[in-house]
């Protein structure tokens, strides 16, 4: 039973992936809309803010694979 929980947020964990770089774009994009908005500075705010969206949800990414990385290290570790 505890095996078949430990999978199934490994599964949850990896869906998560679809989502990370889609909605940290769409923050970065909203951000500097409203911010392009607010200083009429249209759109050096916008572009800049989903930049930096984009970079943050590859961050994500990169250090989710190596949290996971270590983790199936670590287990096998103990395996032998």
């Given at each position: ?9 490994k599964w949850l ?65 103990k395996k032998d």
């Amino acid at each position: 039973m505890k095996k078949n929980r430990h999978n199934m947020a490994k599964w949850l964990n990896v869906a998560t992936l679809a989502t990370m770089i889609p909605v940290s774009t769409g923050v970065g994009f909203i951000i500097g809309y409203y911010l392009d908005k607010l200083f009429k500075t249209e759109p050096y705010l916008v572009i800049i803010w989903t930049l930096l969206g984009i970079i943050a949800g590859f961050k994500s990414i990169i250090e989710f694979v190596i949290r996971e990385n270590k983790e199936i290290e670590e287990e096998s570790d103990k395996k032998d």
